[in-house]
């Protein structure tokens, strides 16, 4: 079971980047892909949530309106659009799955969980 993230990079605020999470190993309409971020020093904060069959979307207060995030089932990959980046953007964006609901946050909480991708926002 893998889930490979891609896409992450620096770009300055108001910028855009998407990022990419490939999963493998499961069956991925079964589950709820989320997308979680973690600042240096500070806890996880869940970004947002997919769910890999009927494809309801939750977003956190904080991106909603900014970053969009879907799939494709047929490449087993969930995307974040991130758009109007802001200097509190800035984290390591960790790919997250699991059966049973949407914005869990910690990893002990998700079935599967991968390496992270740094986004860094800065003028």
């Known amino acids: 079971v893998q889930l490979v993230e891609s896409g992450g990079g620096m770009v300055q605020p108001g910028g855009s980047l998407r990022l990419s999470c490939v999963a493998s190993?499961?069956?991925?309409?079964?589950?709820?892909l989320s997308w979680v971020r973690q600042v240096p020093g500070k806890g996880l904060e869940w970004v947002a949530s997919?769910?890999?069959?009927?494809?309801?979307?939750y977003y956190a207060d904080s991106v909603n309106g900014r970053f969009t995030i879907s799939k494709d089932n047929a490449k087993n990959t969930v995307y974040l659009q991130m758009s109007g980046l802001q200097l509190e953007d800035t984290a390591l964006y960790y790919c997250?799955?699991?059966?049973?609901?949407?914005?869990?946050?910690?990893?002990?909480?998700?079935?599967?969980w991968g390496q992270g991708t740094q986004v860094t926002v800065s003028s």
């Open positions: 997919i769910h890999g069959d009927t494809g309801m979307i």
């Open positions: 997250a799955a699991n059966r049973r609901t949407y914005a869990l946050r910690e990893r002990r909480e998700n079935d599967y």
């Open positions: 190993g499961f069956t991925f309409s079964t589950y709820w």
